[in-house]
């Protein structure tokens, strides 16, 4: 079983999430404080019901490290990747953001989440994939590492170098999708 959501373009969630990052960043700031995002996430209008919770370890599978569910609009969250997240770690940080992620996202297009049982959702509909961008867009704002070296991008954005890499062979963040 696959989900399918509205589609959005790399485009859409850059700017979705450069919009948020103008509305909590003072100009110019490389680094997104995630956890206190988290925090103040349930404080916006319209969030009132969404809340997270960290878990023990254990309380997750091995090879989960937080999860939205959109039934209870929860996060879970296990505590060493919480506590990593708050220390800086970029794996632990990119997980907020990718839940995060997951919970706007599917405000954002109005909750329309579909089980499928085509196995070929095409990326830009494809939940994990939205969430994946909208992770790296808000964490890595496009439009201010352009020139920066992966070295300093991971060190002031606070993600690892396997992310900074990652996105470097991705044609579509570093070409200016603008123009
Ligand atoms: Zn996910």
Redesign the pocket.
């Known amino acids: 079983m696959n989900y399918r959501s509205e589609p959005l373009s790399r485009l859409d969630i850059r700017r979705y999430a450069l919009s948020i990052r103008q509305a909590v960043l003072p100009e110019g700031n490389l680094w997104f404080p995630i956890e206190e995002f988290l925090e103040c996430l349930s404080e916006l209008p319209g969030n009132e019901d969404f809340f997270f919770e960290c878990v023990k370890d254990n309380e997750l599978p091995p090879n989960i490290h937080a999860e ?1 569910s959109l039934d209870e609009n929860c996060m879970r969250i296990k505590e060493t990747v919480y506590l990593g997240a708050c220390d800086g770690n970029g794996r632990d940080r990119m997980t907020l953001a ?2 995060i ?2 919970f706007l996202l599917l405000k954002h297009s109005k909750l329309k989440l579909q089980r499928c049982f085509s196995s070929d959702v095409p990326c830009y509909c494809d ?2 994939w939205q ?2 961008c909208f992770a790296a867009e808000l964490l890595i704002p496009a439009n201010q590492v352009e020139r920066l070296s992966p070295e300093y991008v991971a060190k002031k954005c606070g993600v690892s170098r396997q992310t900074v890499n990652a996105i470097e062979n991705d044609k579509y963040v570093f070409r200016n999708l603008e123009q």
Do not use: M, Q, V
Request: no cysteine.
């Open positions: 939205y990718h839940e992620g997951h939940p994990e969430a994946k």
